[in-house]
């Protein structure tokens, strides 16, 4: 009985909410109360969604306007810092020379960013497949998968740079503390994307295998690792894209090595634009073979499955 | 032929892991990593950690400086990939395949996509330092730059998949470029977007932190300042806050998406 009284009541509501929309709102209240199939065309004004959405751009937009009227222009005439940046950009990007190393030197050093990207991705691989099962909610029971969720997403919220800042007092700055910290990231993004590809199988494969006296370790490396093998290998090369991207920073910020360090120097300490240009070129050229060789591979794992 | 599909497999599985291996052996070598000390070191930074690294009473006395400068990070990070959006967004209908206006803007628009987002984050705050030094503009522009790239590609895509349909149907019926944007393309591809933004805006108050430590702005220098004098409980009260800053827009964020998607 009360039950039915509150959908009255909130019927009502609605309807009169409504008639702000709608001049006729006597015969919108009859249609809406006695026929099933109505057209809602008004309602989606006031749907959950639509609110949602133009409270997060207000939000937004708000915050936005907050932080430029209380921001601290501490006498840096802006227009001015916008000319010298376009300036700055220019000599940086059309003039790109490197004086302080050759070629091969910049290259060697690239090699090791690289190196320190794969050495992060294969760490943060194998941990991540272990934890990855055991947060795949067919594979595991809920409380396990929920407090390896819980310890990914705190693992996240720390930034890259302060995990190799800390493992950096344990082992030194240097390339340990760098793949060390990075690779708390990986673990995380990884363990997430895997735990979905093995989530994606079909349920009626482990229940044969289980049926069929299989254990577990059997079903996961019969089954499970197999069939998802594809999705596996193509969100690690991504993951690789990223690690190559944060190395680049780790090295600038956290005396990791390789190109980056080479891309502080230039940048803070000899303010040499003409060879920070000529460090970004060839990191994008990098960037642009590593996702050109990753769709490739994506494409024929794909074609060989 | 069972046979063969096994050995196959094992060959596959074989050279797979040798190249992993050579791989592997070749980059420990080449970064000079020291396999053992880098694994001890996860257990000296437990025991490290354990000792040293948590805020204690003392360190509370902290709080008034850093709050202002956590909040000027998030706040930048927020407004940086907002104003990134409405650039991006305009970007994206100049650049996608299904709402372009010509060829030559298409590729224009994707040409700047691309090269926005390959430009490393580091390469932005090195370059701006340089003109606004240790403001917050710097960090600003070095994230907004950063997100300009990555959002026009993600609503780009977006766009894409909303599909020819709708806009094919409203073409019909005559209906002018800015209406068919307006009524077809945005109300359909706005969720998804939406979603992104506030994706964008996580990642965004993490490499905020980034781009502190580089350029000396906001809660990264409050970090490295107290890093650097040694002061780690006030370090760890740091990433604390961070952490708590982090998990609770994740999770407005998480609400707003089951809300909208």
Known sequence: ?305 | MRDDIFTKRRNGNLVFFLALLILSVGSIIITEYDVIKGFTSITKAVIWGGSNFYPDAESLRILPEIFPKLQETVLMSIAATTVAAVLALVLSLAGSQTTRINRIFSIVSRGIASLFRNIPIVAWAMVLMISFSQSPLTGYLAIFFGSLGFLTRAFMETIDEVGNNSIEALQATGASYFHIIFQAVLPASMPQMISWLLYMIETNIRDATLVGVLTGTGIGFSFDLYYKRFDYHAASLVVLLIVITVIVIELVSNNVRRVIL
């Open chain 1, 1 to 305: 009985m009360q039950f039915k009284e509150l959908i009255v009541q909130e019927t009502n509501n609605i309807c009169e909410q409504l008639s702000s929309y709608e001049d006729r709102h006597t015969s919108f209240k009859e249609l809406f109360l006695t026929k099933d199939t109505i057209n809602f065309g008004p309602i989606k004004l006031l749907d959950r969604a639509s609110i949602a959405m133009r409270t997060v751009i207000l939000f937004l937009t708000v915050l936005t306007i907050y932080f430029f009227s209380t921001l601290d222009y501490q006498s840096i005439d802006v227009l001015k810092g916008f000319t010298d940046t376009f300036v700055n950009f220019k000599t940086m990007l059309l003039n790109p020379y490197a004086q302080r190393f050759t070629l091969g030197e910049a290259f060697y050093n690239v090699v090791v960013t690289l190196g320190l990207a794969f050495l992060t991705t294969l760490i943060g691989g194998i941990v991540a497949l272990l934890l990855g099962l055991l947060a795949a909610q067919n594979l595991a029971p809920k409380q396990v998968t929920n407090l390896i969720k819980g310890f990914v997403a705190i693992i996240r919220a720390v930034p890259t740079i302060l995990w190799v800042l800390i493992f950096a007092v344990a082992a030194g700055l240097g390339s340990a503390a760098a793949i060390i910290g990075m690779s708390f990231h990986s673990i995380s993004y990884l363990t997430k994307a895997y735990s979905e590809s093995f989530e994606d199988l079909d349920r009626s494969v482990i229940e044969a295998l289980m049926a069929s006296g299989a254990n577990w370790w059997q079903i996961v490396f019969q089954a499970v690792i197999p069939s998802s093998v594809t999705y596996l290998l193509s969100w690690t090369f991504l993951r690789f894209e990223i690690n190559f991207a944060n190395a680049v920073a780790m090295g600038a910020a956290a005396g990791a090595g390789g190109i980056g360090f080479d891309l502080f120097m230039a940048g803070g300490f000899y303010f040499d634009l003409r060879e920070v240009g000529f460090i970004t070129y060839l990191i994008i050229a990098i960037a642009i073979v590593l996702e050109v060789f990753s769709t490739n591979i994506k494409g024929k794992l794909q074609k060989s499955i």
